[in-house]
């Protein structure tokens, strides 16, 4: 019987000492026992949309559009991550070769680099932009 109490007792002790490792930054327990709050990355200086969008126009445009008259909006900061986005619009030409006219892009930039590009619908914020020719 003492031989059970005493298993019992060091369960309930090892369970008790096993949930400290799960105490978060705030709770009332000493500083080593908390858990670290994760550090938010710092957020990436304005990227230069003109030079970005100049070198990497292939990932914004098919190359058989022949974009023309290519302008580039100021850069906003992405509201759910680290990056930035721009509003890009050119004259384009359809693959039979007819003109499509101006068409708007919101490329997402992260790094320098372009890492996503999406057509621009009506609630964007494109329409307000103003806009400056690469």
């Known amino acids: ?8 007792a ?6 008790a000492l096993g949930a400290c490792g799960f105490a978060d930054s705030r709770a009332p327990v000493p500083e080593f026992m908390r858990i ?9 200086p304005p990227p230069d949309v003109k030079r970005v969008v100049r070198e990497q126009i292939d990932v914004v445009f098919l190359t058989t559009s022949y974009p023309r008259e290519v302008h580039v909006a100021a850069p906003h ?5 680290p ?6 619009r050119a004259q384009l030409t359809s693959a039979t070769g007819t ?18 590009r999406r057509r621009a619908e009506p609630d964007d914020i494109c329409g307000s932009e103003t806009y400056e020719p690469i």
């Open 10 to 15: 060091l369960l309930a002790g090892a369970l």
């Open 99 to 116: 003109a499509l006219g101006i068409q708007t892009y919101i490329v997402t930039i992260a790094g320098g680099k372009i890492v996503d």
């Open 1 to 8: 019987m003492l031989r059970i109490v005493a298993h019992v």
């Open 77 to 81: 900061h992405e509201v759910r991550g």
């Open 36 to 44: 670290k709050e994760a550090e938010q990355p710092s957020p990436e």
């Open 83 to 88: 990056g930035w986005t721009a509003c890009v």
